[in-house]
């Protein structure tokens, strides 16, 4: 279940520091606003995916496809970089974005390249393992 739901987080906060650096560069409100609206969608897609994940890990069929540790720690990470994020984007006007909502949204992609490499390197173990 958690495949299904992991995914929109990584696209919702990839596309917040996307509005940001377009907020940053136009001082057009209509990207402070999507900034938010893309955060919330992640968050809450994001806590859809902790609790399939928490669904998966007990079902017996969906074992041997649970990420490792380090994969869901970082996934949870990204989560709480994202809810940082949201808080600092809850202020006004020019200042909830930038410099240090722009800056969260950047560690936050970096943070989810690092949760991706984890991930990856757990599947490729898992594919490549002799049942």
């Known amino acids: 279940f958690s495949a299904l739901f992991v995914?929109?987080?990584?696209v919702c906060f990839t596309l917040t520091l996307l509005t940001d650096i377009l907020y940053w560069r136009t001082s057009h409100l209509m990207w402070s606003n999507f900034s938010d609206w893309l955060l919330f969608f992640g968050l809450v897609m994001g806590a859809l995916?902790?609790?399939a994940g928490l669904?998966?890990?007990v079902r017996p069929a969906t074992r041997a496809l649970r990420p490792s540790l380090a994969s869901a720690l970082a996934f949870f990470v990204v989560l709480l970089l994202a809810l940082l994020n949201s808080f600092i984007h809850a202020g006004d006007g020019w200042t909830a974005i930038?410099?240090?909502g722009l800056l969260t949204s950047a560690v936050t992609m970096l943070a989810m390249i690092a949760s991706v490499y984890l991930a990856a390197g757990t599947r490729?173990?898992?594919a490549w393992r002799i049942p």
């Open 7 to 10: 995914p929109f987080p990584f």
């Open 49 to 51: 995916a902790l609790i």
């Open 55 to 57: 669904i998966d890990l």
């Open 98 to 100: 930038v410099p240090y």
């Open 124 to 126: 490729t173990a898992n």
